[in-house]
């Protein structure tokens, strides 16, 4: 008995879908609709596209729409939070969708806005793709169909992904390796500057060495001979004699000397200068000496 009662339920719901479809006509003012009505994707992008009754007492809804395959591909009809608990089909392909559903037999009509299934698309092309309700779809109510016959469903505005903008590759700085080299430029002629300016020194040093040995050797041998002469002699003119043959021994000494410098000839005229001066001085107070000693 119960499934018999089930079975003659199911027929019932089966004639009223039937007797629904001969109508010539609606008879109501219940609506379908999409949500949203109108959106835009790009290529690539997953949308879904909910469909929507309302009307009252409503215990049947068939959907049959139709979709642009060439830009939309329908994935999947998702009727799990559908207020109709019970389906007869749930299909989409090749641009037609199906989606019939109704409420347990016996049971109160629905009232207001109810889900019926949820359409699931991916864009694939771009443009603007249409979806609209087909003429046989129903709204149901107590076996009286009472949707008002609007077709219009939803627009989608397909366009392309905006072009990913390539990263700019970082150009490596170009000043390190120029400075590099210059200051090595610099370093080698600094180098080289210093080597001769101590070469340069060390000649001058060398050379004033040079000359201040000179100086010493010519002094050295002429004072000997001074001290000679100033004891041979008895007489002032003598001694006065022999100091300018010292003096011009010394002379000549450092006139011969042909690396003698500037500074090196200046020491040497002072130096013969001191010693005129000394001897000078030593031959007076000879001749003072040998005065006071004829005198006595």
């Known amino acids: 008995m119960r499934v018999l009662h089930k079975f003659l339920n199911f027929t019932a719901v089966i004639a009223s879908i039937f007797v629904m479809t001969a109508s010539t006509s609606a008879v109501g003012s219940a609506t379908l609709s999409m949500s949203p009505s109108s959106t835009s994707v790009t290529t690539g992008d997953n949308l879904n596209v909910s469909i929507y009754e309302n009307g009252t007492n409503v215990s049947v809804v068939t959907i049959n729409m139709s979709y642009d395959s060439t830009k939309l591909n329908c994935t999947n009809v998702n009727v799990a939070s559908s207020a109709f608990a019970n389906a007869i089909s749930a299909t989409c392909a090749s641009g037609i969708a199906t989606i019939s559903r109704y409420i347990a037999p016996g049971s109160t009509g629905l009232n207001g806005s109810q889900l019926v299934g949820t359409l699931q698309f991916t864009a694939t092309a771009e443009g603007t793709a249409q979806l609209a309700f087909g003429s046989n779809s129903q709204i149901a109510s107590a076996g009286v ?100 043959n010292n003096n011009e021994n010394v002379l000549g000494a450092n006139t011969e000397s042909p690396q003698a410098s500037t500074a090196s000839k200046s020491y040497a005229t002072l130096f013969a200068l001191f010693m005129v001066a000394a001897i000078a001085g030593l031959a007076y107070w000879l001749n003072k000496n040998i005065r006071e000693t004829s005198k006595k």
């Open 145 to 244: 169909n009472i949707w008002n016959g609007g077709t219009y469903g939803a627009s989608i505005v397909i366009s392309a992904p905006s072009p990913v903008q390539p990263t700019p590759t970082p150009t490596p700085p170009t000043s390190g390796s120029g400075s590099g080299s210059s200051s090595g430029s610099g370093s080698s002629s600094s180098g080289s500057g210093s080597g001769a300016s101590s070469s340069s020194h060390s000649s001058s040093q060398s050379n004033s060495v040079s000359n201040s040995s000179s100086i010493t050797n010519t002094s050295d041998e002429s004072s000997p001979s001074m001290i000679d002469n100033n004891q041979g002699s008895g007489s002032s003119d003598e001694n006065t004699q022999q100091s300018s």
